[in-house]
């Protein structure tokens, strides 16, 4: 492949046109001043098209020159018989040889790059040797990115939004997608949170054939999320809270219900009770913790109050009784 | 919902070189009429199925004709933390023709894929060993597919009534979603064989239940079998739990003792839908309009998805007064509960009458004939 080496006007540079453009940063701050301390190191690739030249690597460089005032930039022009695909991998390689690129920037990439590969297979073998990812089936999953929502998009960008989330986000209707991305960005929920919130609206969605959108915008779910009074915490427990409830009503009651008998029985410091897991098994236990023979006396008294408690012995009521 | 018959011509044959010359398969063949292609393993058809898109639909249209290498006949897989009716199973071929979207062989087998045993020599064999016990045995074909599928390409049900029928202490079960029944009414049974059939409500049936016989079919289907001297059971199993679930259920109940008499009815078993937890993508992916997955369930001791206890225990209940408002005779069980379940939707435990084990055999006892005395 040739290059001219040139002085190019700034003013016959195509800036709007981001056909080739790779990476995700926009700010110019840290080029300003290498470009000002030490000059041009290494020169944006261009190719002319018609009256303009269209950027391929070098887009911040170029934006920093603008910055500074200056009228031309030196710059490698491609022959405008160079193809398409030459100049998409001319603009990855010049990204992925200098740095790691995140997970937009490998998006774009695959994704310039997949219109000139008939199967996963030879885009793979292309990926691999442009330094990008070359498992197949990875390859799927990040390719289908570049389609998702700006949000959803931001989101990976600033790891709030796993690849796997991303992709799981994407197969939601789009506004749900932006929604539940803007959520977890505003409460800064971890991987497991957005897979809880996730499951439990989708399934409820589901189970009464509402969009997923109805259930996020139901006056309950929405009085939480909105309510300044609550920290991203206190939001974040009332709204799995709220979510269970709604999802598995009967299981929630009789939690809520277990709760309220561990009060009305005034258990001490020392005394645990705990129901069977998930209320599916028989064998409640009971944890006593003491330092002397009061402590365990006292824990006797109250053992003879909890047998007594008519909605105790409601409670652990079984076969033998 | 695609209630027609399978097009035989869809499906697909693949013999197990080991058995090319069995007595069983030429008489297959001649009936499917379809490709077959003898096979040096069963690599080369898992591949075949693993290779589609859906196995488990894929599955269904590959008839491996193989023999049992392992035991025909097994004890049910039961699990020490609920109880057991210690039933046998004889393992005559694996999966199924229909589609049930809440069916454990999609994830049960892997692949899944209909397979049809041809060594009768060897079931044959281990047949008359547990004759030669002489205890009370339960035993069926229909857990690891459904009983009756394989009527309209083998002779297995005339071989099987017949062979049991000579002897008088084990009970066969042929329980089944299906009204292939017509073979049936000129064997020889002499009541040793019961003729059971899976029963949900109109609604299970229609949404969940592709390709099986309607609820109607199942009852006529039921009530000819009487006819014909067969001893007869029923499974409400998998119950599912939905808005009006409990009216529907006593609606089929009502049918039920409209087609057949209680008094020949041998056993009811009452089971609610439980799953493993691998299931529920399968279900998600397969059967995306169901909405069987989303009730409350929650983890058992066994490590399946249950209905959380009270919700089973309702249904349980109200279920059991209509049976017992109609036919307080009837012997009704559960699949699969345990104790609390039972008392509190039965009134009773198990332990308190002989164990499950023996109310069953008792109950075969009496309404087979059997005797374990010669």
Known sequence: ?321 | MNREPDNLSSYKIYIDKDVVDSSQVNPILSRLKVPAVVVNNAREVYDAVSCADDPVRKGKKILFLTRNKGDFIRKCPGTRYYTCCDYKILHIGTFCTMDCSYCIMQSYFHPPVLQYFVNRDDLETELNNLFAKKSICRIGTGEFTDSMIWEMWTDLSAFLVSKFSRQSCAVLELKTKTTAIEKLKSLRHNRKTIIAWSLNTTKVIEDEELRTASLAARLKAAAKCEEWGYPLAFHFDPMIIYDGCEEDYRGVIGQLFSHVSSENIVWISLGSFRFMPSLKSIIKKRFPDSKIIYGEFIQGLDGKMRYFKPLRIKLYQNIISHIRSIAPDVLIYFCMEDDEVWKKSLGFIPSECGGLPGMLDESAARHCGLNVVE
Do not use: W
Request: include cysteine; charge should be positive; glycine fraction near 4%.
């Open chain 1, 1 to 321: 492949m040739d290059f001219e080496k040139n002085q190019v006007p700034l003013s016959l540079i195509d800036s709007e046109d981001q056909t080739f453009r790779i990476t995700t940063e926009t700010g110019i701050d840290d080029i300003l001043d290498s470009i000002k301390n030490v000059g041009l190191i290494n020169p944006p690739i261009l190719i002319k098209k018609k009256s303009k030249y269209t950027i391929i690597c070098g887009f911040r460089r170029i934006a920093a020159y603008q910055i500074l005032g200056l009228l031309n930039i030196e710059a490698k022009i491609l022959g405008s018989n160079d193809r398409e695909l030459d100049c998409i991998k001319i603009a990855i390689t010049d990204n992925s040889f200098q740095r790691p690129l995140n997970l937009i920037e490998q998006s774009r990439s695959l994704f310039m790059l997949s219109g000139f590969f008939k199967d996963i297979t030879s885009l793979a073998d292309a990926a691999s040797s442009l330094g990008l990812p070359c498992n197949p089936s990875l390859i799927k999953k990040i390719i289908n990115i570049y389609h998702l929502p700006s949000p959803i998009q931001k989101g990976i960008l600033s790891n709030t939004i796993s690849l796997a989330m991303a992709v799981e986000l994407g197969a939601f209707e789009k506004d749900a997608g932006i929604t539940f991305a803007r959520i977890f960005n505003d409460l800064k929920l971890g991987l497991n949170k957005q897979r809880e919130l996730i499951t439990l609206i989708n399934e409820i969605s589901l189970r009464e054939n509402i969009p997923v959108m109805k259930v996020i915008q139901e006056s309950n779910f929405q009085e939480i999320l909105q309510n300044d009074e609550f920290d991203r915490t206190k939001k974040t427990e009332k709204l799995r809270f709220y979510l269970k409830k709604r999802r598995y009503p009967s299981i929630a009651q009789a939690e809520q219900d277990f709760e309220s008998l561990i009060n009305e029985l005034k258990l001490k410091n020392g005394m645990k009770l705990i129901p069977p897991k998930n209320f599916e098994g028989n064998t409640f236990i009971i944890k006593l913790y003491f330092n002397n023979l009061k402590e365990l006396q006292d824990h006797s008294d109250t053992l003879k109050k909890i047998i007594q408690n008519p909605i105790f012995k409601k409670q652990v009521s079984g076969v033998g009784d």
